[in-house]
């Protein structure tokens, strides 16, 4: 027994000296060396250890009391790996302090409660050396009092990484959010920029936690910034720490947040660019002088609609409605609430019998452009939680207005361009009172608008003529996704809505309505490039969509490359699959250069003619990813000939894109006629001056090679 006790000593010894010397040697030098850093990182790691040993111990301690078989052996075995990791732990935390970013008064009480837990288990132990300590009348009480030390330090460790409301977070009555059912309604920093910072940066850059020195807590904090400098610089999204650092790789030590915790989503970035590039303002609503029509679209999914349970609508009742001629959208991604749009010419009324299978989800609700009549809008009465109604270019009339004024909680109404009369108008607003009523073009003159609005307190505009309101057709889908074949490829075209017609060129003019109508399938036996667009009478018509098909002429089996791509992103063979790559270049198709060039040869076997060579590049601007600046062709009739320049391709430099994208970069080569073919794909020597990260190698990623 003295000999394990000489040896447990001589161990807590060995400890106590090297973390000593380790701790002495941080303090006295000026900058705390990266090897006591790093060794900090496994405070996190080692801390469970003695607290879960320490909590086993107290059970087997209380459970032997009772049971009158006390296992003295097994408790101070367990004390004595207790205590030695408590120390080491301590030591570890005390490294891991030295990175900063902690709030003192936490940190202290996290550093001292710590040190004294250690402490108590070391007496513990030692106590536990001694025979029959059992019976020590103090050796259960400072038990007790050594788990309620750790509890306190593991709490203020706690606060410390996730904030002091980590603990009872869910315990409190949760705060109710404010309803905010209308865009318009949204402030741009209190309803969208802090859910964003909140969700993904308040845990690291908080009161208790600062993160190089920084806090995003308080407008006075986000513009104060941290140890780096200015974390946000109005007007400027480039400069500031905030968007730029977002913005890099998600392997460099500098991109936040860090790898492995939750990462911001494009739309995400592009909001907190928008709140920056527009002037950081914190106060007011975010469409406030802004017609920016991609604004509105992400700030959707920040509304906050009054709960009023209503249910979701059965799959059955929403296909039977849009087969019934209309488009239904969630207006919020997962909830009940919808947004339904008629999308034929002529409802009838097995059509609006069918739509009031959802009147108690439907909240916006659009007949523009119909043949909508007043026998048609007695069912309107029966949806009880519409707040948007479009109406105009339709047939209706005052007979309408009845149907509508039990609308309690319509706030939108668009009557333009119908003979609604003010009369009409007026029995509606003595009714029920929307926020914002459009009636130009109607039987309502402008004096009558203005003294309904006065009367009421709502807002009407009748002034604008000759409005015409026209919806965008959504583009065509196109299937397969690949563009590459050896034989024919049969593409299919089609659109999600009825009546639409669906033309295509193959010639690289821009579809109009007198170009060629798709129908069904189109086979290509040869390289075209085919561009479509959708077309229906009363729409604007859809963005035109262009796809390059190339018939590969040769299979490369035989090639070398001059520099292996790099081991992230690793295996040539891929340039030559024919698997395309997507816009993300992890999806396992691309081979990527960081600060290389691509020089790849390529035997074709024999003498072989070829009019094009074409490169798949990918450029994604966050992830410090650009596409060549010029990609040059080489041949020689023999292996080891002289090599000679046939043909290039000097590429536009790359400009601020923050969403990534890919394109196929082709050499012409008018009857050229080799075996060997030297392709190099030149890299930038390093990121460009508007980058973030300027001066840093950039990557090159390339997923196909093929002649065509």
């Known amino acids: 027994m003295t000999n394990n006790n000489q040896i447990y000593k001589s161990v807590f010894l060995i400890v106590l000296l090297l973390f000593g010397v380790l701790t002495l040697y941080g303090i006295k030098t000026d900058e705390s060396p990266r090897f006591i850093l790093a060794l900090g990182r496994f405070h996190p790691l080692l801390l469970h250890l003695p607290i879960g040993a320490l909590i086993v111990t107290f059970f087997i301690d209380v459970l032997g009391r009772f049971q009158k078989n006390y296992p003295e052996n097994t408790i101070k075995s367990l004390l004595g790996f207790t205590s030695l990791f408590a120390i080491i732990?301590?030591?570890?935390?005390?490294?891991?302090?030295?990175?900063?970013?902690?709030?003192?008064?936490?940190?202290?009480?996290?550093?001292?409660?710590?040190?004294?837990?250690a402490l108590l288990a070391v007496v513990l132990f030692f106590m536990s050396l001694k025979p029959s300590f059992k019976s020590n009348k103090i050796f259960l009480p400072l038990f007790i009092a050594t788990v309620i030390?750790?509890?306190?330090?593991?709490?203020?460790?706690?606060?410390?990484?996730?904030?002091?409301?980590?603990?009872?977070?869910?315990?409190?009555?949760?705060?109710?959010?404010?309803?905010?059912?209308?865009?318009?309604?949204?402030?741009?920093?209190?309803?969208?920029?802090?859910?964003?910072?909140?969700?993904?940066?308040?845990?690291?850059?908080?009161?208790?936690?600062?993160?190089?020195?920084?806090?995003?807590?308080?407008?006075?904090?986000?513009?104060?910034?941290?140890?780096?400098?200015?974390?946000?610089?109005?007007?400027?999204?480039s400069e500031s720490l905030l968007y730029s650092r977002v913005l890099l790789p998600i392997s460099d030590e500098e991109h936040m947040p860090p790898e492995g915790k939750d990462q911001l989503t494009k739309d995400e970035i592009?909001?907190?660019?928008?709140?920056?590039?527009?002037?950081?303002?914190?106060?007011?609503?975010?469409?406030?002088?802004?017609?920016?029509?991609?604004?509105?679209?992400?700030?959707?999914?920040?509304?906050?609609?009054?709960?009023?349970?209503?249910?979701?609508?059965?799959?059955?009742?929403?296909?039977?409605?849009?087969?019934?001629?209309?488009?239904?959208l969630e207006l919020v991604p997962g909830q009940a609430e919808l947004n339904v749009k008629y999308l034929d010419s002529v409802p009838t009324k097995n059509t609006m019998e069918t739509l009031l299978a959802l009147d108690e989800q439907i909240i916006e609700l659009d007949f523009s452009n119909s043949g909508l009549t007043d026998e048609l809008t007695s069912g309107f009465k029966k949806f009880k939680n519409l707040k948007s109604l479009r109406l105009q270019g339709t047939s209706i009339s005052d007979k309408t207005i009845e149907?509508?004024?039990?609308?309690?909680?319509?706030?939108?109404?668009?009557?333009?361009?119908?003979?609604?009369?003010?009369?009409?108008?007026?029995?509606?607003?003595?009714?029920?009172?929307p926020k914002r009523i459009y009636s130009w073009n109607t039987?309502?003159?402008?004096?009558?608008?203005?003294?309904?609005?006065?009367?009421?307190?709502?807002?009407?505009?009748?002034?604008?003529?000759?409005?015409?309101?026209?919806?965008?057709?959504?583009?065509p889908l196109i299937s397969p996704?690949?563009?590459?074949?050896?034989?024919?490829?049969?593409?299919?075209?089609?659109?999600?809505?009825?009546?639409?017609?669906?033309?295509?060129?193959?010639?690289?003019?821009?579809?109009?309505?007198?170009?060629?109508?798709?129908?069904?399938?189109?086979?290509?036996?040869?390289?075209?490039?085919?561009?479509?667009?959708?077309?229906?009478?009363?729409?604007?018509?859809?963005?035109?969509?262009?796809?390059?098909?190339?018939?590969?002429?040769?299979?490369v089996t035989d090639f070398?490359?001059?520099?292996?791509?790099?081991?992230?992103?690793?295996?040539?063979?891929?340039?030559?699959?024919?698997?395309?790559?997507?816009?993300?270049?992890?999806?396992?198709?691309?081979?990527?250069?960081?600060?290389?060039?691509?020089?790849?040869?390529?035997?074709?076997?024999?003498?072989?003619?070829?009019?094009?060579?074409?490169?798949?590049?990918?450029?994604?601007?966050?992830?410090?990813?650009?596409?060549?600046?010029?990609?040059?062709?080489?041949?020689?009739?023999?292996?080891?000939?002289?090599?000679?320049?046939?043909?290039?391709?000097?590429?536009?430099?790359s400009t601020k894109n923050v969403d990534p994208r890919k394109e196929k970069f082709t050499i012409a080569l008018p009857e050229t006629t080799a075996r060997y073919f030297k392709i190099v794909v030149n890299n930038h020597d390093a990121l460009p001056s508007w980058h973030p990260s300027a001066g840093n190698p950039s990557w090159l990623f390339v997923d196909e090679v093929y002649f065509w």
């Not at 990175?99 to 001292?112: P, V």
């Not at 909680?409 to 003595?430: C, K, P, Q, R």
């Open 89 to 117: 732990t301590c030591f570890l935390g005390y490294f891991l302090s030295l990175e900063g970013g902690y709030q003192k008064e936490t940190l202290d009480l996290h550093f001292y409660t710590g040190i004294a837990t």
């Open 149 to 237: 030390s750790i509890s306190v330090a593991g709490h203020y460790g706690s606060v410390l990484t996730h904030g002091d409301q980590y603990l009872t977070e869910y315990i409190s009555v949760s705060k109710k959010e404010r309803t905010i059912e209308d865009i318009d309604s949204l402030k741009l920093y209190n309803d969208v920029v802090v859910k964003i910072l909140d969700k993904k940066c308040i845990q690291c850059h908080n009161a208790s936690k600062q993160k190089g020195e920084l806090s995003l807590v308080t407008k006075e904090q986000i513009l104060k910034g941290g140890a780096s400098g200015l974390s946000v610089i109005s007007g400027n999204a």
């Open 270 to 328: 592009w909001l907190i660019e928008h709140w920056i590039e527009n002037g950081l303002d914190f106060e007011n609503y975010a469409t406030a002088n802004s017609e920016n029509d991609t604004l509105k679209k992400k700030l959707n999914k920040y509304l906050v609609f009054n709960k009023v349970n209503i249910p979701k609508a059965s799959q059955d009742d929403i296909d039977e409605v849009k087969a019934a001629g209309f488009r239904v």
């Open 403 to 433: 149907n509508l004024k039990a609308l309690e909680h319509l706030e939108v109404l668009n009557i333009h361009n119908t003979a609604i009369s003010e009369d009409g108008l007026e029995n509606l607003l003595t009714a029920i009172q």
């Open 443 to 475: 039987n309502v003159d402008n004096d009558n608008a203005r003294r309904l609005a006065n009367t009421f307190g709502v807002s009407i505009q009748n002034d604008i003529v000759g409005f015409v309101d026209r919806s965008q057709l959504e583009p």
């Open 481 to 555: 996704s690949k563009t590459l074949f050896n034989d024919t490829i049969h593409v299919n075209v089609l659109s999600r809505l009825k009546n639409v017609e669906i033309r295509y060129t193959l010639n690289g003019d821009v579809p109009d309505s007198t170009s060629k109508i798709f129908n069904e399938k189109l086979i290509l036996n040869t390289s075209k490039t085919l561009k479509i667009a959708a077309f229906k009478d009363g729409w604007e018509p859809s963005d035109v969509i262009t796809r390059h098909y190339a018939k590969v002429q040769y299979a």
């Open 560 to 653: 070398i490359v001059e520099d292996m791509p790099d081991d992230r992103y690793p295996d040539p063979l891929k340039v030559f699959d024919m698997k395309e790559g997507s816009t993300d270049f992890r999806d396992g198709h691309w081979i990527g250069y960081f600060g290389n060039d691509l020089q790849i040869t390529i035997d074709l076997k024999e003498q072989q003619t070829v009019n094009h060579i074409s490169v798949s590049c990918l450029e994604d601007i966050g992830s410090w990813i650009l596409y060549p600046t010029d990609i040059t062709v080489f041949t020689s009739t023999t292996e080891k000939g002289v090599y000679k320049k046939v043909g290039d391709l000097k590429n536009a430099p």
